[in-house]
């Protein structure tokens, strides 16, 4: 998917691009005029660009609000190619990461990595938000995961299948489907790791290539 690979170029870029001392709307800004360079003809959806306490709203606008050090900064965007939607988000931090952001942020990779072994054809939906919910809430952060784990995305951003617990529907082969737990602790921060990727009978496959690991962006001052 063509939009999806442009999203990774533009992650690569932004990790070149934040610095401590820009505001949250200058980042975003940066995501969009890098995507329509990279040949995106519109946007999946406003793109989101939190930083701080912010980060602990799942759909944050950007804002005047300064990055800090310390602090996570949350990306979430999608160029539109063809037609097609792209949606990935990614969480970074500036400059050093506290013992708590390095554990939340661990906590809600296990439950991606797990709910996106849990997918394949003829799996429940609300299986697959189940086995990334487990994890966070085997951790202790159940209360604050509070939304599903992924849509299904094409032409518009926000398909069905819903994978969420409620729902009824069913992975089938060649669907289209986001995979994105989060944490949003009040008053702390948030952390949200989302992929778009492919039903296929083997399994899932990932069309993000961008690194999952904990990023700590050290040219932050």
Do not use: W
């Amino acid at each position: 998917m063509k939009a999806t690979a442009i999203g990774d170029l533009c992650f690569t870029h932004m990790l070149g691009f934040l610095r401590c001392g820009m505001t949250e709307i200058d980042a975003a800004a940066e995501i969009d005029r890098t995507l329509f360079s990279l040949g995106a003809e519109g946007l999946a959806f406003p793109t989101i660009c939190t930083s701080g306490v912010r980060t602990n709203l799942p759909h944050g606008e950007p804002t005047g609000k300064i990055i800090e050090e310390g602090d996570f900064v949350m990306l979430d965007f999608g160029a539109v190619v063809g037609g097609i939607c792209g949606d990935m988000t990614r969480t970074v931090v500036m400059g050093k990461a506290d013992d708590l952001q390095r554990k939340v942020y661990g906590v809600v990779l296990e439950a991606q990595l797990a709910a996106i072994a849990a997918c394949k054809p003829g799996t429940r939906c609300a299986d697959v938000d189940r086995a990334a919910r487990s994890v966070i809430e085997k951790a202790g952060f159940g209360e604050v995961f509070c939304h599903g784990t992924g849509h299904g995305v094409g032409t518009e951003v926000h398909e069905p299948p819903a994978l969420n617990r409620e729902s009824g529907e069913t992975l089938e082969e060649n669907m289209a489907i986001t995979i994105e737990p989060g944490i949003y602790i009040p008053d702390k921060f948030g952390v949200r790791i989302e992929d778009l990727a492919i039903v296929t009978k083997f399994g899932i496959m990932n069309v993000v290539k961008s690194a999952k690991e904990l990023i700590v962006l050290k040219n932050g001052e």
